[in-house]
């Protein structure tokens, strides 16, 4: 023991320690309403951005072999109104616009006729279920490449014939693995799971993966990111 | 690192006491952040359990535990990733903090359970929970104490290790790999969870039966009349 000091003083010291851990308190702006949405806001920011830069374009996900399939009918149908928009295939076309050479009207042949890819890949849900499936179709830089998209444009914008909508960072839309699926389990696709036409992204989270696709935009600027990202949810979410 | 101590002469009794300056400024603020952290990443955490609450199929769906949505942060899916994805960069920059503060500090020798606490943990046990004879303190903390906070340690750096795991699995796909692949990553992350909400509960119990001064000191760093030797 080598100081000694009254009890008065110490009551001080032990004040302004205290008050030191004020900074603590600056944690309570998020249960301010007020403030709250903008904090979370730039929190999901954070996590996105920092997703955006922890994407490796080159890596890809895992594969598996047709053993570790979930049976077809065990693998979930999720849509976010009705499983079957009622999309008429005599019909049924992908109308492209934006920064693109060609844009118009794309009919499934044109899909088909580009180099065909099947892969067996898990797919995971935002609420934390996965399967493992198999797609599959063309590769989206295929159908880019071949309608001359511009590449250094930031998004991949599509809508669905239910009126679901969504967008893909252009990094993940040029990944090998990103198909637009017209098969799953080496049949045409179904109704439910998105039939002509759907987006399978092993490397995103399952609602990026937008079925019954009617139109895709490549643009620099997103009116919409997606519809349950405009209602909250993370903009990125890459796995 | 000694911890330094000062003698208190009461100004009306003219007793004295000892204090210990026990928490260093940065540990007591990782403390609290800390505390604060892990209380939304748990409330958040279980909200987005409640999304699919089970570990095994989608479809049959079994359900492990209907969790109650008021022991949850966020009312919904997107509003508890909200609070997750944000709280996680507060509780790893905590924890990042804490970790280097510790190191370069030496102040880690006051926490890190070594080889040598081994023997005292025994006599520590018989003591709390069989009213064994309370083993003489000579430190800040006792064997058992270090071996919990240790543990608590670990436990932090593994929920973050399992959290890359469950959040990419693709971009950290050695990570989902070491633990068995994205879905036993999900279930590591959950049974760590509940390891450190074990852990919580015991140092909320200790915290209540050791008395005020004893809490005192993770607010002020100051402990007054400490029960070991002061150097």
């Known amino acids: 023991v080598t100081t000694t000091i009254d009890s008065r003083k110490f009551k001080k010291l032990n004040r302004r320690e205290l008050l030191k851990l004020a900074p603590v308190l600056a944690l309570g702006a998020f249960a301010i309403p007020k403030f709250q949405e903008s904090l979370l806001k730039a929190g999901l920011a954070t996590s996105d951005w920092t997703s955006s830069k922890m994407f490796r374009s080159g890596h890809l996900a895992k594969t598996f072999s047709d053993a570790d399939l979930t049976p077809f009918n065990k693998f979930p149908i999720n849509g976010y109104d009705v499983a079957d928009p009622g999309v008429d295939f005599e019909t049924w076309s992908l109308t492209v616009s934006g920064a693109v050479q060609k844009p118009g009207d794309y009919k499934l042949a044109a899909f088909q006729a580009l180099p065909k890819v099947r892969q067996n890949t898990r797919h995971v849900c935002v609420e934390g279920w996965d399967v493992i499936g198999r797609f599959g179709g063309a590769r989206l830089s295929d159908f880019l490449q071949s309608i001359g998209a511009d590449t250094s444009a930031r998004f991949v914008y599509v809508e669905c014939a239910d009126d679901y909508y969504e967008s893909l960072d252009m990094v993940t839309a040029l990944h090998p693995q990103t198909l637009l699926c017209y098969e799953m389990y080496d049949r045409p696709l179904t109704r439910e799971h998105g039939a002509p036409l759907r987006l399978t992204i092993p490397t995103k989270v399952g609602y990026k993966q937008a079925k019954y696709l009617t139109d895709l935009k490549v643009t620099n600027v997103l009116q919409r990111a997606g519809y349950w990202e405009d209602q909250g949810y993370p903009n990125y979410y890459g796995l | ?231």
């Open chain 2, 1 to 231: 690192m000694a911890t330094h101590s000062i003698a208190i002469e009461n100004i009306k009794t003219g007793e004295v006491d000892t204090a210990v300056y026990e928490h260093p400024f940065i540990v007591r603020l990782c403390h609290w952040v800390n505390a604060v952290a892990l209380f939304v990443m748990i409330g958040s955490g279980l909200q987005i359990f409640r999304a699919f609450p089970s570990f095994g199929a989608k479809i049959p769906q079994k359900d492990l535990i209907n969790w109650p949505k008021s022991f949850a942060i966020g009312g919904w899916l997107g509003g508890a990733l909200q609070w997750h994805l944000t709280f996680m960069w507060i509780y790893l920059a905590t924890g990042l903090v804490y970790l280097g503060y510790q190191l370069f500090s030496g102040n880690y020798r006051q926490v890190l359970f070594v080889p040598r606490d081994i023997p005292g943990v025994w006599p520590m046990v018989r003591h709390y929970f069989l009213f064994g004879p309370k083993p003489l303190a000579t430190e800040a903390y006792n064997p058992l104490q270090k071996h919990a906070y240790t543990s608590a340690i670990i436990l932090g750096a593994l929920s973050v290790i399992t959290g890359f795991a469950v959040w990419k699995p693709i971009q950290f796909s050695w990570l989902a790999w070491l633990m068995g692949g994205f879905h036993w990553a999900r279930l590591w992350h959950f049974l760590i969870m509940w390891a450190i909400i074990a852990f919580t509960f015991g140092h909320l119990v200790m915290v209540a039966l050791h008395g005020w001064n004893n809490f005192v000191s993770m607010l002020t760093g100051w402990k007054k009349d400490p029960d070991y030797p002061a150097e």
